[in-house]
């Protein structure tokens, strides 16, 4: 970012990362929109004075609005006034998370004129398509604190209807989430605050046209950890994130082994590594702890004696 008002190479380089990635140039374009703003404001307090001593030229004017210039983009690179933040909403999106699985009428509050259905067919699919999307509204107000009992309880539903599309067990899936997330304390999140839902650490690629988020990651390269940045998938609740992962896996080829090892985790999870799911060399044997420890172990116990999950 330009730390000098004069440096137009660095405002254009500032233009180019937006270009090429407008997540990672969000914050620095909105500090660069309240340094104009402060600029603005500088300048009207000094037309508005009474003007200044006997000894003002038109030079220590021209010096004294290059001051006021540099004043206000170090004020912006520190705390600012506020400004630079309400820009990053809305440049951002503006929208909540939590509200973008909403129709505008449920959003805005507003009753929603029921239709006549044409058949009990249509009928039946609308009334799916809402309890869908209610479910999906629910789960994305899910505080996840880190807590295994908390995580396992909360995302059972979600992760019993995704794993029954693929044949495995649900809590093959959640052992899987809790790894990526670190039992839900560790989901990736938007700069505004606003949770991922990214359950998977799946990225974000050209094919992925929804929401991401840029964040820093860990990557394993000839067995050695690298932090590096990088584009992944955000959804609007965890639902969408257990069934994009199912749909992840079934688009891709490279999957096709581990798919067909779903009845039996321990060779699903090797046959997902080996097709290069992870770059860690130990992510299947990490997953596998998860899966035989005593939260997990007592959630599916919970869960075939047929006891209440919420």
């Not at 609005?65 to 909403?89: F, N, P």
């Amino acid at each position: 970012m330009a730390q000098v008002y004069t440096d137009f190479s660095g405002l254009a380089a500032l233009r180019a990362k937006a270009r090429e990635d407008e997540d990672a140039a969000l914050d620095q374009v909105s500090r660069q929109f309240e340094s104009l703003f402060l600029q603005m404001m500088l300048k009207s307090m000094r037309d508005a004075s009474m003007g200044g001593g006997i000894l003002d030229s038109k030079q220590s004017e021209f010096y004294r609005e290059m001051y006021d210039k540099q004043i206000a983009m170090d004020m912006s690179q520190g705390q600012g006034i506020g400004l630079a933040e309400v820009l990053k909403r809305q440049l951002g999106g503006g929208i909540s998370s939590t509200y973008r699985e909403l129709s505008p009428e449920e959003y805005l509050g507003m009753p929603i004129v029921a239709k006549p259905a044409n058949s009990g067919a249509e009928d039946a699919a609308a009334k799916a398509d809402t309890a869908s999307r209610l479910a999906a509204t629910r789960s994305s107000n899910i505080a996840l604190d880190g807590n295994p009992q908390t995580f396992l309880k909360n995302l059972w539903p979600a992760a019993e209807q995704a794993a029954s599309k693929i044949g495995i067990a649900p809590e093959a899936l959640l052992a899987q989430a809790a790894l990526e997330t670190g039992w839900g304390s560790h989901v990736m999140r938007h700069r505004g605050g606003d949770s991922s839902h990214n359950l998977f650490g799946i990225k974000a690629d050209s094919r992925w046209q929804g929401s991401k988020v840029h964040v820093s990651t860990l990557e394993y390269r000839d067995g050695v950890a690298m932090k590096t940045r990088a584009n992944f998938r955000a959804y609007g609740s965890y639902e969408h994130s257990f069934n994009d992962y199912v749909d992840f896996l079934q688009r891709n080829p490279r999957y096709k082994e581990a798919l067909g090892k779903t009845d039996d985790p321990s060779a699903y999870f090797d046959a997902l590594q080996d097709a290069g799911y992870a770059t860690d060399p130990a992510y299947a044997d990490k997953i596998k702890r998860i899966l035989d420890s005593e939260p997990v172990q007592q959630m599916k116990r919970t869960a075939q004696e047929g006891a209440a999950v919420i």
